[in-house]
Nanobody
Framework: QVQLVESGGGLVQAGGSLRLSCAAS????????MGWYRQAPGKQRELVAN???????NYADSVKGRFTISRDNTKNTAYLQMNSLKPEDTAVYYC?????????????????WGQGTQVTVSS
């Protein structure tokens, strides 16, 4: 199995910045896509941004120009740099990864979620 551990959430004033990290561990063969999702109280989980192993990125319209996703393939880690934060960015942020891992000489696909990290933006 593959585990994802997020870090970097917290409380920040509007206009401030935070950087989230997501580290994947386990018998990883390769990770295709890593992404960040968020879920605010009473709302559905939504995609914030994702990035492929080749570096192609995709962003929600609401965060374009303010958030930047990146990854270090050598560390199996993804980052989300969040600038110009707004109160509406307040949510639990979840990391997601999809790829392949090895077990008992077999290669199996996986899709994993982190435990989530709270981001709160005060006005």
């Amino acid at each position: 199995q593959v585990q994802l551990v997020e870090s970097g959430g917290g409380l920040v004033q509007a206009g401030g910045s935070l950087r989230l990290s997501c580290a994947a561990s386990g018998s990883i063969v390769s990770i295709n896509t890593m992404g960040w999702y968020r879920q605010a109280p009473g709302k559905q989980r939504e995609l914030v941004a994702n990035i492929t192993s080749g570096g192609s990125t995709n962003y929600a319209d609401s965060v374009k120009g303010r958030f930047t996703i990146s990854r270090d393939n050598t560390k199996n880690t993804a980052y989300l740099q969040m600038n110009s934060l707004k109160p509406e960015d307040t949510a639990v942020y979840y990391c997601n990864a999809e790829g392949y891992y090895s077990i008992y000489l077999r290669v199996i696909s996986f899709g994993s979620w982190g435990q989530g990290t709270q981001v709160t933006v005060s006005s």
